[in-house]
């Protein structure tokens, strides 16, 4: 079956610029998670949506950061006033819950800030 | 904070040997993942251990969990060259919310 989706698959943009990030989960999963990977700081954990309920945000490393999931499903990641330390790898995951809250994760969107 | 300390992180082996990486981990959790992430690709879930005494096998492959001694190891046996790639381990920050924390992951690079 179809696994998690994310577009673009590479985004080059200039520092200040904002970008969108977007992510399809498998269907019927649940959750959906967002992190980033990057040389200096390996994984980290962004950002969390499960259900209805309000996002885990504790994550993002800045205020420049936000993200959303509309209709359960698509989630998109925003990224304001890029900054070079942005470069990175955005991994989004999504998992069916119980037994196992195994993740699964799309092939990343590589951002450059130039 | 929980942390996630994988050792070696570089590991280059001969076809035919064994190599074990560990997996340390500083708080109580019940659950843990092995992925395989090869360059320029995301990461592939290999295994999910998710209790005490745990142990998956696929193909070369063994995982095992040890939640007492806060330890996961992945066996390689029998390498081949197939098996060269990143392999991170990642823990549950804690279990409600399935946060994953990451190992730095181990780069092995097996050698014909």
């Known amino acids: 079956g179809a696994g998690v989706s994310q577009s673009p698959s590479n985004k080059v943009t200039e520092k200040g610029k904002d970008v969108e990030l977007r992510c399809d989960p498998i269907s019927g999963h649940t959750a959906l998670y967002w992190y980033r990977q990057s040389l200096g700081q390996g994984l980290e954990f962004l950002i969390y949506f499960q259900g209805n309920s309000a996002p885990d945000k504790s994550g993002l490393p800045s205020d420049r950061f936000s993200a959303e999931r509309t209709g359960g499903s698509v989630s998109t990641l925003t990224i304001q006033r890029t900054q070079q330390e942005d470069s990175a790898v955005y991994l989004c995951?999504?998992?069916?819950?119980?037994?196992?809250?195994?993740?699964?994760f799309g092939p990343g969107t590589r951002l450059t800030v130039t | 904070e929980l942390k996630v300390e994988q050792n070696p992180l570089f590991l280059s082996m001969q076809e035919g040997k064994n190599y074990t990486i560990y997996c340390n981990y500083s708080?109580?959790?019940?659950?843990l993942y092995w992925y395989r992430q090869d360059p320029g690709k995301s990461l592939e879930s290999l295994f999910v251990?998710?209790?005490?005494?745990a142990v998956k096998q696929e193909g070369r492959l063994m995982a095992s969990l040890d939640t007492k001694a806060r330890l996961s190891t992945l066996h390689i046996t029998a390498a081949v060259h197939d098996l060269s790639a990143t392999y991170f381990c990642a823990v549950d920050m804690w279990g409600g919310a399935q946060k994953l924390v990451f190992g730095q992951g181990t780069r092995l690079t097996i050698n014909p």
């Open positions: 708080t109580t959790s019940d659950r």
């Open positions: 995951a999504s998992t069916r819950g119980q037994p196992s809250y195994e993740q699964y």
């Open positions: 251990l998710l209790s005490n005494g």
